[in-house]
């Protein structure tokens, strides 16, 4: 998966899952903040991160998981992750 | 632990989850890491502490007290707790919204709005509570918090437990906190009201952000300002008013929120504001209205506290002095620290975990200190946190400092000596 709109939709999806919401893709816009705008907080962050990272086989550091604040934060933390796969 | 772990540890059915958690907390007692000492007599800079395993306490030198004045076992504060139970007892029989309240409370709270340049303060059992106080007091779901990505865990709780729409800013980066702002009055619909709050004195590292700016922008977007000064009040400011005095801005921010347990050396906590601020907060927040008053004793020693303060401002230059003396000695020493302007001193080590097993090592040799692990700070920046009291001599210091150097150099530890070894 490398497509843009595919990892939006993974993300939201994850989002989703754990949050009990129903955002969809048109709803949301990439500079939208986790907290303010989708109602996440940093711990179930940290779950969000760990559903990504099994769904997309990866592994994010937890210092790489700080100071993400908006969606298009995250996809790019998860689109960097996945270069490096797809590279090796 | 990192995040993944904890996820799959808090994934686990409740008994497997609990019977893991006990285990891993047997385990570190059992190597002498955990950190639940317990302690025995007065607070000061000299205490006898024992491990949760042993039966035998030994004398500790201690750099990890926040009674920075030394104000916990004073005893002009120990004689008018003494009267004051003479005089009014000892509980306060009941909550500020009930029979709870009394003279005595509100002489005390009109006493610590006026450290802020303040008009009314209510008073708490402790920081955490207070913070919850100030969150649940002034908003719900229609306004929104900004909140500093530092900020107390209470804050946090707080936020979830009222349902406010939060974002986080790092208050470091002052310009993308503006945009922020921005972003937030151009998308809101109607007239929104946003609060945000900010640490003082930043308990991790005793440092102190760009206050004055922070408020100037919040002042631009409208936005009520909740300065949290725990770690301030009694150790900054000439008359150890705390961050506002220190950084010229008293009566500049909408409330105030600090403890009375740390440079104060009692119990409990306040928020001071406008009149009608703390109006709201005295007759809508959950957390005052229904927690029991706070007891005469405690009262009394706040208030002796304050006494000292007052008269003896020179209690927080010695602090300072000790402070300075003591970072001056650890940098000649070769040791890493930042140079904040309270009475925290945290020190740093290259190697990840070492700091544990340094601290475990002090502890032995009989200094207490504190150490910050990952998650309280970000992973790569585990620290030694050294609280220093205006009561410590200087002979204390440089025990102290020896003694830190001393392990860091037997863990491989100081700064540049990893790179000397392997040259």
């Known amino acids: 998966m490398s497509h843009r709109e595919d990892m939006f939709d993974a993300v939201l999806d994850v989002i989703n899952n754990i949050k009990k919401t129903g955002f969809t893709r048109d709803a949301v816009e990439p500079d939208f903040y986790l907290g303010g705008d989708l109602g996440v907080d940093s711990k179930e962050m940290l779950e969000i991160w760990y559903e990504l990272e099994q769904r997309l086989n990866i592994r994010v550091q937890d210092a790489e998981k700080r100071d993400v604040y908006t969606l298009i934060e995250v996809i790019t933390v998860l689109e960097k992750k996945l270069d490096v796969v797809a590279a090796a | ?423």
Not at chain 2, 76 to 81: A, E, L, Q
Not at chain 2, 286 to 315: K, V
């Open chain 2, 1 to 423: 632990m990192d995040s993944r772990a904890l996820i799959e540890l808090e994934r686990q059915p409740f008994k497997q989850r609990l019977a893991q958690q006990y285990s891993a907390y047997l385990k570190e007692v059992e190597q002498g890491f955990m950190s639940g000492r317990e302690g025995f007599g007065p607070v000061d800079r000299r205490m006898k502490y024992k491990d949760l395993n042993s039966d035998t306490f030994h004398d500790t030198l201690v750099f990890g007290s926040n009674s920075y004045l030394g104000l916990s076992n004073d005893p002009y504060v120990k004689r008018k707790v003494t009267e004051a139970v003479e005089k009014y007892g000892i509980g306060s029989g009941g909550s500020p919204a009930f029979s709870g309240y009394t003279k005595q409370h509100k002489d005390l709270e009109k006493r610590l709005a006026k450290l802020a340049d303040h008009e009314d303060a209510v008073l708490l059992p402790g920081g955490y509570m207070a913070n919850l106080c100030w969150v649940n007091g002034l908003m719900n779901r229609n306004d929104i918090i900004v909140y500093d990505k530092n900020s107390h865990a209470s804050v946090i709780n707080a936020i979830k437990m009222t349902n406010v729409p939060f974002y986080t800013f790092d208050p470091e980066k002052l310009d993308e906190f503006e945009k922020l702002l921005q972003r937030i009055k151009q998308r809101a619909k109607g007239d929104i009201q946003i609060f945000s709050t900010v640490e003082g004195v930043r308990s991790i590292d005793g440092s102190i952000i760009e206050l004055k700016r922070y408020i100037e922008i919040c002042k631009a977007y409208d936005v009520v300002t909740i300065l949290d000064d725990a770690h301030g009040l009694g150790t900054v400011g000439k008359t150890g008013r705390g961050t506002l005095e220190y950084l010229d801005l008293l009566g500049q921010v909408d409330l105030r929120m600090s403890t009375c347990s740390k440079a104060i050396g009692a119990q409990g906590a306040f928020v001071s504001g406008s009149k009608e601020l703390i109006f709201l907060l005295r007759n809508f927040s959950y957390p005052y209205l229904f927690t029991s008053g706070l007891a005469q004793p405690t009262i009394a020693a706040i208030s002796a506290a304050l006494d000292i303060i007052e008269s003896e401002p020179e209690r927080i230059e010695k602090l300072h002095q000790n402070v300075r003396y003591m970072q001056d000695r650890l940098e000649e020493a070769g040791l890493r620290i930042i140079r904040g302007q309270s009475g925290i001193i945290p020190v740093f080590f290259d190697e990840d975990g070492v700091v544990r097993k340094i601290n475990r090592a002090l502890y032995k040799r009989g200094l207490f200190a504190n150490i910050m692990e990952y998650p309280m700070v970000p992973p790569g920046l585990e620290r030694l946190r050294l609280s220093v009291m205006a009561t410590h001599t200087r002979e204390e210091i440089d025990t102290a400092v020896s003694l830190i150097v001393e392990t860091a150099q037997e863990f491989g530890a100081l700064q540049g000596q990893a790179n000397l070894e392997s040259a």
